[in-house]
């Protein structure tokens, strides 16, 4: 079975840096382009980042597009996402699924983890 279990999320001040992670487990994690998307409340969950099998960058939203890093460990089956210069309208639940920005994300959601961005 295919499971997602992201780590990472806290309570930071504007200006402030977290690094999410997401391990992995149940399938072959090398073989699928990776993404994180996040679901603020009341909003429909959006794509934030993507993330091709070796380790290019598929895609950034533009809202946080020089703050935020997407990267993966390939032997570790992990993916990662490093949140700089973080906003309040950061402020989400983030989660990691199989996929690009150009298909369907593949899979169940997992728990995600709450980011929040607040003074």
């Known amino acids: 079975q295919v499971q997602l279990v992201e780590s990472g999320g806290g309570l930071v001040q504007p200006g402030g840096s977290l690094r999410l992670s997401c391990a992995t487990s149940?399938?072959?994690?090398?073989?699928?382009?990776m993404s994180w998307y996040r679901q603020a409340l009341g909003k429909e969950r959006e794509l934030v980042a993507s993330?091709?099998?070796?380790?290019?960058?598929?895609n950034y939203a533009d809202s946080v597009k020089g703050r935020f890093t997407i990267s993966r460990d390939n032997t570790k089956g992990t993916l990662s996402l490093q949140m700089n210069s973080l906003k309040p309208e950061d402020t989400a639940v983030y989660y990691c699924?199989?996929?690009?920005?150009?298909?369907?994300?593949?899979?169940?959601w997992g728990q995600g983890t709450q980011v929040t961005v607040s003074s």
């Open positions: 699924i199989r996929g690009g920005p150009y298909s369907p994300p593949s899979g169940s």
């Open positions: 149940g399938f072959t994690f090398s073989s699928y382009e």
């Open positions: 993330i091709s099998t070796r380790g290019g960058i598929l």
